[in-house]
């Protein structure tokens, strides 16, 4: 769980997450596309992909390979084990 604090920590990362949460299967081009013209972070690919690597590492995206393509989705797994662990309480 560790790893999954570190990668929330940096707030690009919050931000990707952020995008994929608004759509999955994006490709390291729409990504970066979506965070230049929505948020103004103007980070090179070589930035968003260390970044995705970090976030995929902590498990919080999943990346599958179609044809030529890296598509990243958002895997709410580890979010759901914070919120089970220190939010549902009913």
Request: charged share 35%; proline share 2%.
């Amino acid at each position: 769980m560790g790893d999954v604090f570190k990668a929330l920590a940096d707030p690009t990362r919050r931000t990707i997450l952020d995008e994929l949460a608004d759509r999955d299967d994006q490709t390291l081009f729409e990504i970066c596309s979506r965070l230049l013209t929505k948020h103004q972070l103007d980070s090179t690919r070589q930035a968003i992909s260390q970044h995705l690597d970090v976030l995929e590492a902590a498990g919080l995206i999943d990346v599958r390979r179609e044809g030529r393509y890296k598509l990243h989705s958002i895997n709410r797994g580890p979010l759901e084990h914070i919120v089970d662990r220190w939010l549902d309480r009913s």
